[in-house]
Nanobody, 117 residues
Framework: QVQLVESGGDSVQAGGSLRLSCALS????????LGWYRERPGQQREFVAS??????PNYDMTVEGRFTISRTEEPRLYLQMNNLRPEDTAVYYC????????????WGQGTQVTVSA
């Protein structure tokens, strides 16, 4: 059974940093595209960042230069978030099986990130 579990969400002040992680299990291929999506309050789920098996990343313009996506061979997925802004407040979801620009079929349960002004 495919399982994705996010962790690392917290409440921080603007300008702070967090690192999110996603543990993947259940026979997920190591070449699968992985990504992070988020749901901001009152908004639909949106793309944040994605990465291929060989480390090619893609970022939404709202996080370019502040967030860094990375992965290990397990695979395990990470999102380093620096210089956080109040508009980054959202539930962040790990995703697998998509492309660099669209989500795939597998989702985690989400982890809450709250950024205070």
């Amino acid at each position: 059974q495919v399982q994705l579990v996010e962790s690392g969400g917290d409440s921080v002040q603007a300008g702070g940093s967090l690192r999110l992680s996603c543990a993947l299990s259940g026979g997920i291929t190591k070449v699968i595209v992985l990504g992070w999506y988020r749901e901001r309050p009152g908004q639909q789920r949106e793309f944040v960042a994605s990465i291929t098996h060989d480390g090619t990343p893609n970022y939404d313009m709202t996080v370019e230069g502040r967030f860094t996506i990375s992965r290990t061979e397990e695979p395990r997925l990470y999102l380093q978030m620096n210089n956080l802004r109040p508009e980054d407040t959202a539930v962040y979801y790990c995703n697998a099986g998509g492309t660099l620009t669209s989500s795939g079929r597998y989702w985690g349960q989400g982890t809450q990130v709250t950024v205070s002004a």
